[in-house]
């Protein structure tokens, strides 16, 4: 859900925000928003010249032994046009797509996970794509 604000909300379904990143792309602290206890880790990271049809690791997780990350990946290519995707991804190599949003037309894409790493795969080349997750 974007806000007026130009916030991104991440809702369980029920109306109840989980997680939400501002109008700069920063994942605010989810303990202030009613999750209780911050989450284990907090990372964020930018990639640049994707290119289309190459897959390139975007993420790793930072915590040993941890189960996985919920993550928004936003990316843009040369024309504007971008994408936001929110995802889980687990260590087991289980990647989830949970929504997608597009602007204007910035392909396909395919994520994969091998021992705790997440990949992209664009369609098309992708000018800058960033990373947002929270560790399970």
Do not use: C, H
């Amino acid at each position: 859900i974007r806000t007026a604000s130009n916030y991104i909300v991440l809702s369980d379904g029920d109306g109840n925000p989980r997680a939400y990143w501002d109008n700069n792309g920063n994942l605010t602290n989810p303990a202030t928003i009613g999750f209780g206890a911050a989450p284990a880790a907090l990372k964020s990271s930018i990639n640049t010249n994707i290119t289309a049809g190459s897959s390139q690791v975007i993420y790793g997780t930072v915590i040993a032994g941890n189960m996985g990350a919920y993550m928004m990946v936003r990316g843009v290519d040369a024309s504007g046009n971008w994408f936001v995707d929110f995802l889980t991804f687990l260590n087991s190599n289980a990647v989830t797509l949970l929504a997608g949003m597009n602007g204007g037309s910035p392909g396909s894409r395919t994520y994969a996970v091998a021992s705790g790493t997440l990949s992209l795969n664009p369609s098309v080349t992708q000018t800058s794509v960033r990373v947002s997750a929270s560790e399970l």
